[in-house]
């Protein structure tokens, strides 16, 4: 048999979670090839509390869980078990990112809003994923800023007027629209009168500073 999934019968936190461990330990350490095959965990069968099972879900993808059965696939939930499970094998002096460019959400058109935002992933497929549930077709620039976070980076000067100025020039937005209209994120505005300095000719619009709000505000978009 070679199609094999590893359950201890562990129907508790801890036990399972120890076992894990030693699973996992004898299989690498002690080089015991019977114990090296994927294992199962059931967070859904130690608790009834939902927020509960997430978090001993969380301990198991760390530890070392191949398979995690759930009781339910709740979006508030999932999201941070998706970003545990893709942050675990990244180098943290090394921040995930988008590569720079423009994106295309939905489909845009010359009168279709621009907005703009930094390469940190996370920023982007939360700014992304918001545009989207909009349903207002749009532009996403993404600025290089070495993969921070939208106020680490203006803090950093990586996404200030002088920097964010000369990208949307040669990025090449001026040439899909007809507007010259740029939304920044909320928590940028202070550039905003540096950006009409440096952008002859564009109007900046200051938007929301959390992602939660870019719906409402680009149900507004004239």
Known sequence: MKDIILDSGA?????????QVIIRSAALNKKFRPLGYPTIVFPCEM???????????SSF???YGSIIVLSDFQPEAMFPLLVER???????????????????IGTPNENSPVLITTNFSLTYFIVSGEVENSKVPSFLLVKDTEGLSVMTAW????????????FVKKSGIADKVK????????????ESGGLE????????MVGPREGSQIPAFLKQWK
């Open 179 to 190: 507007h010259k209209k740029l939304i920044i994120p909320g928590y940028a505005a202070a």
């Open 47 to 57: 608790t009834n509390n939902p927020l509960k099972e997430m978090v001993i879900a």
């Open 61 to 63: 993808i760390v530890k």
């Open 197 to 204: 300095e440096e952008l002859s000719g564009w109007e900046i």
């Open 86 to 104: 893709l942050n675990i094998y990244t180098d943290p002096q090394r921040p995930l990112a988008t590569t720079e460019g423009i994106y295309e």
């Open 155 to 166: 803090a950093a000067g990586k996404f200030v007027a002088d920097a964010i100025a000369p």
């Open 11 to 19: 129907r508790t936190t801890r036990p399972a979670f120890e076992n």
